[in-house]
Each structure stands twice: as structure tokens, then as C-alpha cells.
């Protein structure tokens, strides 16, 4: 059975720091790039970053490029995501998703891309 569980979210002041884990069981971790999406409410999901399965080739969305870093641990299946510099509009429910294949480039940042798998998010709130 495939799971993926988002953690680490929370409510945090402006300017503050969380960061996110996405812990995967029951499909292979190591071989795909993997994806954190956000959605915030009336908003469509969009893509925040990605990184390839060696963790070493990274992309972040425009809006978030300096404050987030993606990263990964392979042998422990696990997805982060740590966010520094929190602005009220990173408010949203964060998404992990395995792409199927091992790439950060072209659809990576759009739900319509190369997905098979998604957590069921975590809640992230900023206060101004």
C-alpha cells in the first residue's frame, strides 16, 4: 500500500521558519524526482519545488526562490522542505507528489505533469 504523509505544518508569524517532511512506504523512493506543491484556497495547486532523486538538481518556483530549500534523504524515503522567511501568502495546505520520472524540468510545476503518487498535505498558516 502506497502512503505518502506530509508533517511539520503549522501556524508561524511572518518572517518565521518551519519545515515540512513528506515520508514515503510502499513505492520506490530513490529512483524519481519528487515535487512539494502548495493550494491555497479559491487558488489553483501550483508547484513550489522539486529535486531529482540524487537530490542534487533542484527547482523552486519564482515566489519562493531564497527562502525554501527542497531536499531529500533517500535512505529514509523522505521528502523536506524547509522555509525560511515565511510571508502570509505561503499560507496553504502543502503537498508532496512523486513525478514518474527523474527530471525537475518542463511540466514539473503543474498538477497536469508527470505525477502518480500525492500526500494528503499539511496546513501551513503565516500571520502578518
Known amino acids: 500500500q502506497v502512503q505518502m504523509v506530509e508533517s511539520g505544518g503549522g501556524l508561524v508569524q511572518a518572517g518565521g521558519s518551519l519545515r515540512l517532511s513528506c515520508t514515503a512506504s510502499?513505492?520506490?523512493?530513490?529512483?524519481?524526482?519528487m515535487a512539494w506543491f502548495r493550494q491555497a484556497p479559491g487558488k489553483e495547486r501550483e508547484g513550489v519545488s522539486c529535486?531529482?532523486?540524487?537530490?542534487?538538481?533542484?527547482a523552486y518556483a519564482s515566489s519562493v526562490k531564497g527562502r525554501f530549500t527542497i531536499s531529500r534523504d533517500n535512505a529514509k524515503n523522505t521528502l523536506y522542505l524547509q522555509m525560511n522567511n515565511l510571508k502570509p501568502e505561503d499560507t496553504a495546505m502543502y503537498y508532496c507528489?512523486?513525478?514518474?520520472?527523474?527530471?525537475?524540468?518542463?511540466?514539473?510545476?503543474?498538477?497536469?505533469?508527470?505525477?502518480?503518487?500525492w500526500g494528503q498535505g499539511t496546513q501551513v498558516t503565516v500571520s502578518s
Open positions: 529535486v531529482t532523486a540524487s537530490g542534487i538538481s533542484t
Open positions: 510502499g513505492l520506490t523512493f530513490d529512483a524519481y524526482a
Open positions: 507528489a512523486r513525478l514518474t520520472l527523474n527530471v525537475c524540468s518542463g511540466s514539473w510545476s503543474t498538477v497536469a505533469g508527470p505525477f502518480d503518487f
